[in-house]
């Protein structure tokens, strides 16, 4: 069964630190997903991520895929409060269209 | 982005009533959709995978007889919570496929009495 852990699973951090939060697995994906999520909203995708190495940048947010495409990191520059939300990693496996949801990890970044 | 609408948003309905949420793919023709369960500060579980033109794949632990999913058109997919009781109060997101993404929609809150 593939397993993807996200951590940290709870943030609170101050308006213009900085954090990282990180996906790994010990399988292979052959796409990556990064969601954030508001309360009561559905998921919205920030981006994919397909090839190993792959970095992805959406203004103040960094996105890298791992040269072996088994992990992933989401680097948020200058955190403000409206970076609060709940951030999903998502993979999709090798074999078929099977998407892994990692748990998640909430962000409250105070102003 | 592609968008998934879903209906409806929010729903109350009373203990042993049948409920029916719909989920559309409105600029994009989907022929899997995907259905999701919630709970309070948690992550996605997936609960089932809808084809079109096929029976749902249900995921391990969920009730086919009491969610009965329907995919009917590559544009739409419904799931319908049957006899639902309190405990069936949660959260439900769908989903469409694109490609390599899926596209979530807005969710629907189901609260049974």
């Known amino acids: 069964t593939q397993l993807l852990e996200q951590s940290p699973q709870f943030l609170s951090i101050q308006e213009g630190e900085n954090l990282t939060v990180y996906c790994n697995s010990s399988?292979?994906?052959?796409?990556l997903q990064w969601y954030r999520q508001e309360p009561g909203e559905g998921p919205v995708l920030l981006v994919t991520?397909?090839?190993?190495?792959e970095v992805k940048k959406l203004k103040r947010l960094t996105f890298q895929f791992g040269d072996a495409r088994k992990d992933s990191s989401l680097h948020i520059t200058a955190a403000q409060p409206g970076d609060t939300g709940l951030y999903l990693c998502?993979?999709?496996?090798?074999?078929?269209?099977?998407?892994?949801f990692g748990a998640g990890t909430r962000l409250f970044v105070k102003a | 982005g592609a968008v998934v609408s879903q209906h409806p948003s929010r729903v109350i309905c009373k203990s042993g009533t049948s409920v029916k949420i719909e989920c559309r793919s409105l600029d994009f023709q989907a022929t899997t959709m995907f259905w999701y369960r919630q709970f309070p500060k948690k992550s996605l579980m997936l609960m089932a995978t809808s084809n079109e033109g096929s029976k749902a794949t249900y995921e391990q632990g969920v009730e086919k007889d009491k969610f009965l999913i329907n995919h009917a058109s590559l544009t739409l997919s419904t799931l319908t919570v049957t006899s639902a009781h309190p405990e069936d109060s949660s959260f439900y997101i769908c989903?469409?496929?694109?490609?390599?993404?899926?596209?979530f929609g807005p969710g629907t809150r189901l609260t049974v009495l």
């Open positions: 399988s292979v994906f052959s796409s």
């Open positions: 989903s469409a496929r694109s490609g390599h993404e899926q596209f």
């Open positions: 998502a993979g999709e496996n090798t074999g078929g269209f099977k998407t892994i």
């Open positions: 991520v397909v090839t190993g190495g």
